[in-house]
C-alpha cells in the first residue's frame, strides 16, 4: 500500500528515545564523562534515569495535554523547588543547564514538550521502609515546607481557581464511567456542590498557601541514614495547607498502609503548625476533594495512560468512598 494514501495518526502520548534524552543532556548539562538514560516509567509524565560519571540523575518529561501547554506552570514549578534548594530544603530540585535554565522544551508528535533534569532522591519510598518516628519527622518537613511556601508567595494573591480546577475534567470523568450509571448521577452532583463548598470555606479559618498537592507515601524517599527527600512537585500550586495534609493521609488509606503512620505525620506536622480548629473540622471536606480530583484526573488523562491508571483500588471503591464522604457533608 502507499503510505501516501494512509491516514495520518493523531498521538496523545509519544515517548522519546533514551538515547535522544542522553543526546539532549550531554549537549545541555555541563555533566561528566559518557551520558546513558534509561525509561523508568510513563506516567502523567515520563521519567528517565540519566546516568553519568558516577552519578545518578531523574529527568522528567511532561506530558502534552499536561502543564507543559502552560510553560509558566512548568516555571512555576521549577524556580519554587530552586527557591527550597537556596533556603536548605531537602526536596529534589532541577539542574541548572549550561545556560542558566531550569528546564528545556522539545517538539514531539503531540507538540511542544518540557523536560527537567533533577537531582537523585537517595533511598526507597517511605511507602517500603514505614516507620511511626520516621513519618513525624517527614510531616514536620512537610509543615516547614508550607512555612517556605508562605514565604515564596510574600504579598502576591493566591489564584484560589487552582482549588476548584477539578471542575474541567468533569466531562471526561462522566465519560470515564459512562457504563456505570450511579456514578454518572452522582459525581454529576458530587462535582457541583464540592467546587462550591470548597469556595464557600474560604471564610474559614483555612490558611491557603503555597502546597505540594499531590503528597504521599511514594513522593518522599529515606535513605539508609535517615535522609528524608520530597519529590514529584509536579502538581505544585495553591491551596488549603489542610488540602495537603489530608492528601497525604488520604494516600496513606490508599495504600492500604495503617492510620498510625498517618497519624503520626499529622503529629509531626502539627510540633511545627498546629492546626486551626476550622481545619480539624474540615478534614473530611479535604479527603473527598482529594478522592474526587484524583479520579477525575485519571479520567482526564486515560486517553494518554489509559483506563488501568487506578491501581490498587477499583472504581467501586473509590465511588463508594466519595459517596460516604459526600452523604455526611450534605453534597449528594
Known amino acids: 500500500m502507499d503510505t501516501a494514501t494512509l491516514p495520518m495518526a493523531r498521538v496523545s502520548h509519544s515517548v522519546l528515545h533514551p538515547d535522544f ?30 546516568a553519568t560519571g558516577g552519578q ?15 510553560m509558566d506552570a512548568v516555571s512555576y514549578e521549577v524556580e519554587f523547588l530552586d527557591f527550597l534548594r537556596n533556603r536548605g530544603f531537602p526536596a529534589s530540585a532541577p539542574l541548572r543547564a549550561r545556560d542558566g535554565s531550569l528546564y528545556f522544551k522539545v517538539d514531539s508528535p ?38 517556605l511556601g ?17 471542575r474541567s475534567n468533569v466531562p471526561a470523568l462522566l465519560d ?24 464557600e470555606v474560604r471564610a474559614d479559618d483555612l490558611p491557603l498557601g503555597v502546597c505540594h498537592r499531590d503528597f504521599h507515601p511514594s513522593n518522599v524517599h529515606v535513605d539508609g541514614d535517615g535522609r528524608i527527600t520530597l519529590l514529584d512537585f509536579d502538581g505544585v500550586g495553591t491551596d488549603y495547607l489542610m488540602q495537603d495534609v489530608q492528601n497525604y493521609r488520604w494516600g496513606n488509606l490508599f495504600y ?15 510540633s511545627v503548625r498546629p492546626f486551626t480548629a476550622d481545619e480539624k473540622r474540615h478534614a473530611d471536606l479535604f479527603l473527598l476533594a482529594k478522592t474526587f480530583r484524583l479520579v477525575s484526573g485519571m479520567a482526564q488523562i486515560s486517553v494518554a495512560v489509559g483506563r488501568g491508571t487506578l491501581r490498587f483500588r477499583s472504581l467501586d471503591w473509590l465511588g463508594g468512598y466519595i459517596r460516604d464522604k459526600a452523604r455526611p457533608l450534605g453534597l449528594l
Open 21 to 50: 534524552i542522553a543526546g539532549q543532556v550531554a549537549a545541555r548539562y555541563p555533566l561528566a564523562g559518557p551520558v546513558k538514560a534509561f525509561l523508568l516509567y510513563r506516567g502523567i509524565n515520563d521519567v528517565y534515569l540519566v
Open 56 to 70: 545518578k540523575f531523574a529527568l522528567r518529561v511532561w506530558r502534552r495535554g499536561g502543564r507543559e501547554i502552560d
Open 110 to 147: 503531540e507538540g511542544a514538550r518540557a523536560l527537567a533534569l533533577y537531582e537523585w532522591a537517595p533511598g526507597r519510598k517511605f511507602g517500603e521502609c514505614l516507620d511511626e518516628g520516621t513519618a513525624e519527622r517527614i510531616g514536620a518537613l512537610f509543615a516547614q515546607l508550607h512555612g
Open 150 to 166: 508562605i514565604e515564596y508567595q510574600g504579598t502576591r494573591p493566591h489564584d484560589v481557581a487552582q482549588v476548584v480546577a477539578f
Open 176 to 199: 470515564f464511567v459512562y457504563d456505570r450509571p450511579e456514578d454518572v448521577r452522582d459525581f454529576a452532583k458530587v462535582a457541583e456542590a464540592l467546587a462550591a463548598r470548597l469556595l
Open 256 to 270: 492500604g498502609f495503617d492510620d498510625r503512620y498517618a497519624d503520626a505525620f499529622e503529629r509531626g506536622y502539627e
